[in-house]
């Protein structure tokens, strides 16, 4: 591949991609992502591909596997342009029927289409359906139009235009006046404004200055950040090169979380394709900025996502976070000044460069500027990666976007920001997503998960399992997250055993209150939102645990009993067979009852049962 | 650059030297702000967090802690308000419960105001101050002692847990730590979760006045009256 060494030259070969490729008829798109991925996307896209090559399609018809488009819940995942056509749950023997019939023919293979829950409407084309419409698609939008494998791909949607013209006519000041205009604030889970920080790393003292992506991404269940760097690499490397060129710095390095191969494997080889093209490396674009990226792996450990622990983790240290009143822009990795950000802010920067921070800044609110994409996860009908605009209100994420609950149940709460992030109850859907307001309300956007929950979802438990997480990823360094936090899970634990007191609550609030202000690093500081956010909104739950030793969701099992009604059950015998202690009795076709003595409440009668006779209480 | 900056500590206005830390300004100065896992001339980690103070800026206050953050000229420093001498029993409240046989976080624990424990006592043998490690490496350079492990499992122990021949025996790491220092037989029996009594600190030391120091058996122990 020739070398691309101006603006100019970027330009035409650009052009001459799409040029070259408008008279391909037909182009069929499988999502690779890592949802469709565990729906065996792969055997999907092999079969297709089999056809193609053994038919006489070859040349008219393109296969395209792409990054996650976002929808999961229906994977695997077949679109076929131009006309639209959306065929979700594809298995590998619906290719032939695909091939032969939409592609060939035209016509539509009606059982393969989307069929919208709520009105029982198929639907034919993605851009109709719901779960898409309620989007505001910028960067999860790109993934579907790449292969994350093609720098064509990449450069055919205009890629590498935007550090085309900062390199030729944009100085890095200028640079750095356009993000703070966009308004864009980090997506790694702060909201710390982007321009500030490139602006104090520029401001810095020193010859060698390094830029950071963090894609450490280890909130469980989160995916937007492997999402984006899986699905489009060459976009975080734009905006981390456009990056290194507005603060100074030469070399970058991004850092990915250990479980993530295949986002490993994409970024290297977008680092060499880029280097091949000459995006990278000496001189580029004839700019004489030289700017090289390197791929580390994470630490893996959850707190190694905290920005001193992961530079600690560069260095080859151990990934423990250290205090910051020494900030990291002016002394961050090898004591050199450094900017982190988070995939998803790197990705939005070339975005901005080329639709202008007026653009970005036009969508969202007053201080939450821009897009934002959410892993919507739960107890909801659509699950999935999603970006919606800042302000977009939580109920229409749930509702439209997701769905609204799973098996018809009501949905009681939304957990929004991760592991330390914190609960919201349904009163407040309303609310819009936005660092500022969610953070007063106890909550927050952090990296991006939305945690759907219904009625069968006991907060109580929640709070237990979100403090179980922290205490086992806490790294150990500081009293008030060591302790405090085994002392927070401890209590809550106390609670959901049925051994809780009510002064316990007071505690609970005072002890979190302690360690959110006191804890060394980020995650010590957040550690109590998912219990202090649970008591706050559902103080309720925690006094009947407390005062009448009962658990209202049925979860807790130290505080229920499982019975059989005796004017559902129907004697089928079925729990009889099923229970693994040997607890259930009763004669066929006659009233069935459990043993309480046996019965460990392992739950597999409840779910054995068809006539939904097993009562929790 | 001048080499003095004048901030306000608990409204007294002191000089600090530039490089060193709001704690050791005020320990030179008496005013004694708790602290359990600073030691002079060794490098702070900020791990205890007992020497919290609010750093007043533009009207705002931060809570932080007083062995990381450097005087600057011009700062405003809280170290015994309200809001920190709260938070501050509740830190030393964490530590005592945790570790209820040491004297020296006994004394702390009480000097912070901790009366009544709401914990159940543990029996921590180490508070993970790490005095003793950093006492090793820096002032021995011997590296013979570090931190294994992560959260809970977070512990002292030799590298690949055998004793290295850097260790030359100097006891510096017993002598430096908390839990070493004059040990009270403890309250730890089983079935008394509550303080024995027995140690003379607890039936004596005054009511916790700020800037009131016991001269606590830690400070004995890394000479912190050097400083007063
Ligand atoms: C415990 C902990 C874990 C974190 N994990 C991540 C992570 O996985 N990815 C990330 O981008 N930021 C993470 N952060 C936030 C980073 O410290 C840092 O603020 C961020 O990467 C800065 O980028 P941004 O300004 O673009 O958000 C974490 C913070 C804490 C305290
Ligand atoms: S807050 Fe938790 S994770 Fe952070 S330094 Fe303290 S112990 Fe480690
Ligand atoms: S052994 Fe003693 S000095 Fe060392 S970390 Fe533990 S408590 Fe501190
Ligand atoms: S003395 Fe400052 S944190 Fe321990």
Redesign the interface.
């Known amino acids: 591949m020739p070398k691309i060494a101006s603006f100019a030259e970027l330009k035409a070969f650009g052009e001459q991609i799409t040029a070259d490729r408008d008279n391909e008829a037909i182009l069929m798109t499988v999502c690779g992502g890592p949802g469709c991925q565990a729906t065996r996307c792969h055997e999907v896209a092999a079969e297709l591909r089999k056809e193609l090559d053994s038919t006489s399609l070859n040349g008219k018809a393109r296969l395209r596997v792409t990054g996650c488009h976002g929808f999961c819940e229906q994977g695997p995942i077949v679109v076929i342009d131009p006309s639209n056509i959306f065929y979700g749950q594809v298995k590998p023997a619906d290719v032939k029927e695909i091939v032969d019939r939409t592609v060939r023919k035209g016509e539509v293979v009606e059982r393969l289409l989307y069929v919208d829950p709520s009105t029982g409407k198929t639907v034919l084309t993605e851009s109709e359906i719901p779960f898409y419409k309620a989007q505001t698609p910028t960067l999860l939008s790109q993934n579907r139009r790449v292969d994350p494998w093609s720098m064509e791909d990449y450069l055919a949607i205009g890629g590498y235009a935007a550090l085309a013209r900062v390199l030729a006519e944009i100085d890095p000041e200028k640079v750095i006046s356009r993000i703070e205009a966009s308004g864009l604030r980090g997506r790694g889970g702060g909201g710390f404004p982007t321009a500030a920080k490139w602006a104090a790393c520029r401001a810095a003292h020193g010859e060698e200055k390094y830029v950071i992506c963090n894609a450490d991404e280890g909130d469980p269940g989160a995916f937007m950040d492997r999402g984006v760097l899986e699905g489009n690499p060459h976009s975080v490397l734009e905006g981390m090169i456009i990056g290194a060129w507005a603060i100074g710095a030469n070399e970058g390095y991004i850092y990915v979380r250990n479980e993530y191969p295949m986002a490993v494997e994409h970024a290297k080889q977008a680092i060499n394709q880029a280097r091949e093209y000459g995006f990278l490396g000496e001189d580029i674009l004839g700019s004489g900025m030289s700017f090289d990226i390197q791929v580390a792996r994470g630490g893996g450990a959850f707190v190694c996502g905290e920005s001193t622990a992961l530079m600690a983790s560069l260095e080859g240290k151990v990934g423990e976070p250290r205090p910051k009143d020494v900030h990291t822009v002016e002394h961050g990795l090898w004591n050199r000044p450094t900017t982190l950000n988070n995939v998803e802010t790197w990705a939005n920067v070339p975005a901005i460069i080329n639709n202008g921070a007026a653009w970005f800044a036009g969508m969202g609110t007053d201080n939450s500027k821009g897009t934002k994409i959410l892993a919507l996860t739960g107890e909801v009908k659509n699950t999935g990666l999603v970006e919606v605009a800042f302000g977009t209100p939580i109920r229409t994420v749930v509702e439209e976007i997701g769905g609204g609950g799973r098996n018809g149940r009501a949905v009681k709460a939304v957990q929004t920001g991760g592991p330390s992030g914190g609960c919201l109850p349904e009163s407040m859907f309303d609310l819009p997503v936005d660092f500022d307001v969610l953070w007063e309300k106890g909550s927050m956007i952090g990296s991006g998960g939305l945690v759907v929950m219904d009625e069968n979802t006991c907060m109580v438990d929640i709070a237990k399992y979100f403090l179980k997480f922290l205490q086992d990823e806490s790294c150990g360094k500081c009293v008030p997250c060591r302790i405090g936090v085994d002392r927070l899970l401890e209590i809550v634990t106390d609670i959901t055993e049925g051994r809780g007191r009510p002064e316990q609550i007071e505690l609970l609030k005072e002890l979190g209150e302690t360690v959110a202000q006191t804890a060394l690093c980020g995650l010590g500081k957040t550690a109590p939102n998912p219990v202090l956010s649970t008591l706050r909104y559902f103080a309720e739950e925690y006094e009947a645990h407390i005062n009448e030793n009962r658990c209202p969701a049925g979860v807790c099992t130290e505080l229920v009993e499982y019975s059989i009604d005796a004017r559902t059950c129907n004697g089928c015998g079925a729990c009889l067979k099923a229970c693994p202690y040997a607890a259930i009795q009763g004669r066929k076709d006659k009233l069935h009852t459990i043993d309480l003595e046996l019965c460990t409440k392992c739950g597999i009668c409840l779910t054995t049962c068809n006539d939904n006779a097993v009562v929790v209480q | 650059m001048h080499q003095n900056v004048d901030l306000v500590i608990d409204g007294s206005k002191i000089s600090g030297r530039r490089g060193e830390t709001v704690l050791d300004a005020a320990l030179r100065y008496g005013i004694c702000i708790p602290h359990l896992c600073h030691m002079p001339t060794l490098t ?7 020497c ?1 103070v609010d750093h007043i800026k533009n009207g705002r206050s931060k ?3 007083s062995c ?3 005087v600057q000229e011009g700062m405003v420093i809280d170290a015994n308000s309200e809001r920190v001498r ?2 501050r029993r ?2 030393a409240e ?2 005592v419960t ?1 570790a209820p046989n040491s004297r020296a976080i006994q004394d702390i624990a009480l000097r912070c105001g901790v009366t009544e424990p ?2 159940e006592f543990r029996s921590d043998d180490c ?2 101050c790490g005095r003793c490690v950093r006492a090793c490496k820096e002032h021995y350079q011997a590296h013979a002692i570090g ?1 294994v ?6 512990h002292v122990e030799y590298p690949f847990r055998e004793k290295p021949e850097s260790c030359i025996m100097c006891r510096a790491c017993v002598t430096l730590c908390p839990m070493s220092i004059t040990p009270c037989d403890g309250p730890m029996k089983s079935g008394e979760g509550y303080f024995c009594g027995k140690c003379a600190s607890l039936t004596q030391a005054p009511q916790y006045e700020a800037g009131d120091c016991t001269r606590c058996d830690l400070g004995e122990g890394f000479d912190c009256s050097g400083h007063l």
């Open positions: 702070d980690i900020g791990a205890c967090r007992l919290i809570v932080t802690t990381t953050l450097l709260g938070l509740n830190i964490l530590l945790q709401r914990y508070v993970l931190f492990g992560r959260g809970q499992e977070r």
